[in-house]
């Protein structure tokens, strides 16, 4: 279960500092799921026109 910590992205940052340079930080909150499941559903809705040109690989991603 994920940890609600706020220390939980400093430390994210520290650890990859030395490989990325953080140019942008978003908290990505609930109002995001509710973006995500409507592009899913609209997504899944048109499949069936777009998937002889990416295919089944391309669904699963």
Known sequence: MPRNDPFRGAD?????ER???MED???FGAD???TLMAWFRNFDRRWPEIAPKY???FYRM
Do not use: C, I, K
């Open 12 to 16: 994210r940052t520290r650890a990859a």
């Open 19 to 21: 490989l990325f340079v």
């Open 25 to 27: 930080w978003h908290n």
């Open 32 to 34: 995001y799921d509710r």
């Open 55 to 57: 295919g089944d690989t």
